[in-house]
C-alpha cells in the first residue's frame, strides 16, 4: 500500500511545471505584477478591504498554475486516475419514480389522468373500470390498494413490453414506462412510474464510465477550481446518471405534477445498476481502486454496511450520499449488484423480458420491490412539510411588522394547506403501516454487517450489529416525524389564531378611522351644499355675508 502514495509522481510534476510566477504563461505576468503591487511599500498600506481585494485576484491563477500540473501528472498515478477494467461493464436497465398526491393536490392528479386518458383503451375493451372512478373509490376507501394507472410505449423503439401501451415520444432513453397508483389510506394518493431503458440509455452511463478523461478547469460560483482526471471522471459520470434520473423525473412532472413538483423538489427515485464483475456482496474488503471505480457511479460500494433483501438475492440497496457525488440530486437512491449472481436468484428469468438481460431483472425487481419506492417517497415527504413549517415561520417572524391583510391571508393559506395535508398524512400513514397482510411488491430489507466485517468484530471481542429491518425502521420513523409534526402544526395553527385576531383589530381600527374620515368629509360636503343653497333669493353665504358687512 505503501507504494500507492509514493511521493514520486509528485515531485515528477511539479518538477516538469514551473513554479507560478516565474514562466512565460498568460497567467505568471499578471501574478507577478499582482504579487509585486501586494508587497511593496504602497501596497502595504493600502486599506485593508484593497489588499484583500488584491489577495483574491493573486489567488485567482493559482487553480490555472494547478491544472498545469494535472496535464503532466503521471497516468500510472491510481490515486490521480481512473482505471475500469475493460473487461466490468455496467447497465442501467431501469428507473422508478415517485410522486405524491395528497389532498392539496388532488385537482392535479384529476387533471393529469384526465388529460393522459392512459385507460381509454382498457375502458373501451371493457376489460376495467376508469381510474377516475377507481381513485374516487380508493380515496373513499373502499377501492383497489393499488391498481394500474397505464402504460406508455416509445414511438420509436422496436421492442416494447407493452404493445397495447399508449405511443409517446419518450426519447432516446426510454422504451416504455408504466404507471401504478398506491393508495395509501384514504387521502394519500402514489404514482409510481417504472421505466424501461433503452439499451442506449442504459449503456451510456457505462461509455462515460470507460472514457479517457483529461484535467479540466470548472467554472461557477466563486474562484475556478483544477480537476484531475480522477476527479473529472466522477463528475462527468455522475452527471451521465444523473441525466437518465433527470429525464424520469421530468417526464413525470409534465405528466403528473403533485407535491414534490409543486414544492420545486426532487421526486424520489430508484434505479438500478448491474456489474459484468463488481459484487458489492463481498467477502473481504474492497481494494482502494475498486472503491474509486465504484465511488465514480455514485456509490460508496465497498463499506461493511449491507441492505439486502431475501426477494432479490445478490442486490444492495443503497441511498445516495450527496457529499460524496455533490453532482448528483438529492432524494436518489440505488439496487445494485452483479448480473449474474441477481440472474441466477429468478427464475425463469426470460420470461419477464423475452431475454436473459438488465431489463429482464428490472421487470421481475418491478414486481418485488413496488413498496420500497413508495416508503422513501412518503419519508421525503414528510421531511418536506417539516422543511415549509420551519420556512414559514421563519418568513412570519421576519416579517411580522410588514404583514398586510393578502400577506396575512396567504401566511393562512399555506398553513392551512399543509395543515390540511399533514393531518390527512399522518392518519393515512398509520392506517397503511399497521395492515398485518402484505402484497406481492412489499420485500423487507434488512441491514446488516457484511461477513468480513463481522468477523473483524469477533476477533476483537465485540459483539456484531445486530440485524435491522429497515422498512420497520422507515415505518417507526415516519410515525414519531407525523406525530412531531402534528404537535407543531397544533401549535403554529394557535398561534395563526392570535395574529389573525390582531390583525382583525388592527384592519377594524384602521376601518373605523376610515369611517370617521369620510364623516367628516360628508359633513364638510352638507355644509358646502347647504351654504349654495337658494333661500329666497339669496344663498345662506351671502345672507352671512350681507350681515357681517
Known amino acids: 500500500m505503501a507504494e500507492r502514495f509514493d511521493s514520486r509522481f509528485l515531485r515528477e510534476a511539479y518538477s516538469a511545471v514551473p513554479e507560478i510566477g516565474e514562466g512565460r504563461r498568460w497567467y505568471d505576468w499578471p501574478y507577478k505584477t499582482l504579487l509585486a503591487a501586494h508587497r511593496s511599500y504602497f501596497g502595504r498600506r493600502l486599506p485593508r478591504p484593497v489588499r484583500a481585494r488584491i489577495l483574491d485576484a493573486i489567488n485567482h491563477f493559482h487553480p490555472f498554475h494547478e491544472h498545469d500540473v494535472n496535464r503532466v501528472w503521471s497516468r500510472d498515478d491510481p490515486t490521480c486516475n481512473l482505471h475500469v477494467p475493460d473487461d466490468e461493464r455496467v447497465q442501467v436497465p431501469g428507473i422508478w419514480v415517485v410522486e405524491l398526491f395528497p389532498p392539496s393536490q388532488y385537482s392535479n392528479l384529476d387533471k393529469g389522468i384526465r388529460r393522459n386518458a392512459w385507460d381509454k383503451r382498457r375502458v373501451r375493451y371493457g376489460i376495467g373500470e376508469a381510474n377516475l372512478e377507481v381513485l374516487e373509490q380508493s380515496r373513499a376507501g373502499e377501492g383497489w390498494r393499488w391498481w394500474k394507472l397505464g402504460e406508455v410505449k416509445s414511438r420509436s423503439a422496436s421492442w416494447s413490453p407493452y404493445p397495447d401501451g399508449r405511443s409517446e415520444d419518450l426519447g432516446e432513453w426510454f422504451t416504455a414506462i408504466e404507471l401504478v397508483a398506491v393508495q395509501i389510506g384514504a387521502g394519500l394518493t402514489a404514482v409510481l412510474a417504472h421505466f424501461t431503458i433503452s439499451p442506449a440509455g442504459s449503456s451510456y452511463v457505462d461509455s462515460v464510465w470507460h472514457s479517457s478523461h483529461e484535467p479540466e478547469i470548472v467554472r461557477g460560483n466563486g474562484r475556478p477550481r483544477a480537476e484531475n482526471r480522477m476527479w473529472v ?68 460500494g465497498g463499506h461493511g454496511l449491507h441492505r439486502t433483501t431475501e426477494s432479490l438475492p445478490g442486490l444492495v440497496f443503497e441511498p445516495l450520499d450527496t457529499r460524496l457525488c455533490p453532482s448528483m440530486g438529492r432524494n436518489s437512491f440505488a439496487l445494485f449488484g452483479k448480473f449474474e449472481k441477481v440472474a441466477a436468484g429468478i427464475p425463469n428469468l426470460r420470461a419477464y423480458s423475452g431475454e436473459r438481460d438488465g431489463r429482464a431483472i428490472a421487470n421481475y425487481a418491478h414486481r418485488k420491490i413496488r413498496n420500497l419506492p413508495v416508503l422513501l417517497s412518503v419519508s421525503t415527504y414528510l421531511d418536506l412539510i417539516e422543511a415549509q413549517y420551519a420556512r414559514l415561520r421563519d418568513e412570519a417572524r421576519i416579517e411580522h411588522g410588514n404583514f398586510k391583510a393578502r400577506n396575512l391571508k396567504l401566511l393562512r393559506s399555506n398553513f392551512l394547506t399543509l395543515s390540511l395535508d399533514l393531518s390527512s398524512l399522518a392518519r393515512d400513514i398509520a392506517a397503511y403501516n399497521s395492515r398485518v397482510f402484505h402484497l406481492d411488491g412489499e420485500s423487507e430489507f434488512f441491514s446488516h454487517d457484511s461477513p468480513w466485517l463481522t468477523e473483524r468484530f469477533t476477533q476483537a471481542g465485540r459483539t456484531p450489529r445486530e440485524r435491522i429491518n429497515l422498512n420497520d425502521q422507515m415505518r417507526r420513523s415516519q410515525a414519531v416525524t407525523a406525530e412531531r409534526m402534528l404537535i407543531v402544526d397544533r401549535d403554529y395553527r394557535d398561534i395563526l389564531s392570535t395574529v389573525s385576531s390582531l390583525g382583525s383589530s388592527v384592519d377594524a381600527s384602521k376601518l373605523g378611522r376610515i369611517a370617521l374620515w369620510v364623516s367628516l368629509l360628508s359633513l364638510v360636503v352638507s355644509l358646502i351644499a347647504l351654504g349654495v343653497a337658494e333661500i329666497g333669493d339669496n344663498s345662506v353665504f351671502q345672507l352671512i355675508w350681507q350681515r357681517l358687512s
Open 233 to 300: 471522471a466522477f463528475r462527468k459520470t455522475q452527471e451521465a446518471r444523473e441525466s437518465l434520473h433527470e429525464a424520469a423525473r421530468s417526464w413525470l412532472a409534465r405528466a403528473l405534477p403533485g407535491a414534490f413538483a409543486a414544492a420545486g423538489e426532487k421526486q424520489p427515485l430508484l434505479d438500478i445498476l448491474l456489474f459484468d464483475s463488481y459484487d458489492p456482496l463481498l467477502e473481504e474488503p474492497a481494494e482502494r481502486e475498486l472503491l474509486d471505480n465504484i465511488r465514480a457511479l455514485g456509490l460508496s
